[in-house]
């Protein structure tokens, strides 16, 4: 086990938040907003990085607007097990936005992203259901994101 990062004080809550609102800001810019001095963020955002709480930088792209007309969260039940191989695979799925491992009433919870119905159909029947470890999938199609970021 590597070395305990530092602990997150308020600069770095601030930083973060500006970072999450505009990953695209100068460090010039980001510096003024948190009020301190740009080797002081300079600093900061390397620490953030180093100990891995920032682990990457991306773009939020409007889905619909990207042509992925069609999204749903589908929950899966896998056999006892069977985490790792399906994550892998999962990984793997290009309509596959997020997976999460979750306690409740299912074990896995997928964001899918796809063209149209046909394609989350696709999806869902050929590339997900067939999965040897999973025992059962519901859908739930989002009718409408709200992003709240």
Do not use: C
Not at 27 to 50: D, F, G, K
Not at 70 to 88: D, F, I, N, P
């Amino acid at each position: 086990m590597g070395p305990v990062p530092a602990p997150i004080d308020s600069v770095d809550e601030q930083i973060l938040a500006e970072l999450t609102r505009d990953g695209r800001q100068s460090v010039t810019a980001l510096a003024q907003r948190v009020h301190i001095s740009r080797a002081h963020a300079y600093a900061r955002i390397n620490r953030l990085q180093q100990d891995g709480v920032i682990t990457r930088y991306s773009a939020v792209v409007d889905p619909v607007r990207a042509g992925l007309r069609s999204s749903a969260y589908v929950t899966l039940k896998l056999r006892q097990h069977g985490w790792r191989e399906v994550r892998e695979t999962l990984a793997k799925i290009p309509e596959v936005y997020h997976v999460s491992l979750v306690g409740g009433n299912f074990d896995v919870l997928l964001l899918v992203r796809a063209r149209d119905n046909l394609d989350l159909r696709r999806v869902v029947f050929d590339h997900i259901q067939p999965l040897p470890a999973v025992l059962d999938t519901q859908t739930f199609v989002i009718f409408e994101d709200a992003d709240t970021r």
